[in-house]
């Protein structure tokens, strides 16, 4: 049985599906295995044009780390169980292609930072975000301290870090870490239309565009500004800049194909 499910829409839009409902979603060694197979194979495909993380069920997006798994681990193996879970969630920080969290529910402890490691995320009222690891006498051991500031601020990061702090879908909103609240019936419609209209735009420089984000976003203002310039130079060979100039003259939808 397949603990993560791939689906391929439309050749463009890999859905992955987290498969494990009755073990709240958490993220076993199996989980983990599979999400980074299959990202890394995704990475490779040029026609994915967008990636969509979910889970199976309405209760829960992912609990995090099967804490029953890891209560067996001797005290040696914890670190390579986290390295494990860490590399894995790198993996879809690093997916060249825009991603989506579709969050059917809470997402805690590690749940929570492969929820951050998407570009974008949507979830429904019913969805709660909490890093709970120092109630455990731990702490986010797969970029949580370092992905949850760059998203919501540094004091509100450290609040939810350092209380366990869970807050609700309105507040994930109003604080920037989710694009929007969608109901649990048009969370996937939602989801749907972002990634049509990404679609529609050249694939090349989505890729392009996220890079020099992301690789930006870590600089000063006139190193991301050259950043962007080197990005912008990869679209300008492209097949699809020329498409997009001609089907603009003729009053067309352009036909993108990546090349």
Not at 45 to 64: C, D, I, Q, Y
Not at 101 to 125: H, K, M, S, V, W
Not at 133 to 151: C, D, F, V, Y
Request: neutral net charge.
């Amino acid at each position: 049985m397949s603990l993560v499910n791939l689906e391929l829409r439309d050749d463009h839009i890999a859905w992955l599906k987290i498969n494990r409902p009755e073990a709240a979603n958490s993220l076993n060694k199996h989980v983990l295995d599979q999400i980074a197979g299959h990202v890394k194979e995704l990475s490779l495909n040029p026609k994915v044009r967008a990636l969509v993380l979910t889970s199976a069920g309405e209760k829960v997006f992912s609990a995090g780390a099967d804490l029953k798994e890891r209560r067996e681990l001797r005290v040696e193996e914890v670190p390579f169980a986290v390295k494990r879970i860490r590399e894995t969630i790198d993996l879809v920080d690093d997916f060249p292609a825009p991603t989506i969290c579709a969050l059917n529910g809470p997402a805690f402890g590690g749940g929570f930072e492969l929820a951050l490691a998407c570009d974008i995320r949507i979830c429904t009222p019913h969805t709660t975000f909490a890093l709970t690891e120092t109630s455990l006498a731990i702490i986010p051991g797969a970029g949580g301290t370092q992905r949850l500031p760059r998203a919501i601020g540094m004091s509100r990061a450290k609040e939810m870090i350092f209380t366990s702090k869970k807050i609700d879908a309105q507040t994930a909103e109003q604080w920037g870490l989710v694009s929007s609240v969608s109901t649990s019936d048009s969370l996937y419609k939602e989801v749907k239309a972002l990634t049509d209209q990404m679609v529609r735009c050249g694939p090349v420089a989505l890729r392009q565009a996220k890079f020099a984000m992301n690789q930006g976003a870590g600089t000063d203002l006139k190193t991301g500004i050259a950043i962007e310039a080197k990005a912008y130079e990869i679209t300008i060979p492209t097949e699809d800049r020329i498409e997009g100039l001609e089907a603009f003259k003729e009053k067309r939808k352009p036909q993108y194909t990546g090349r």
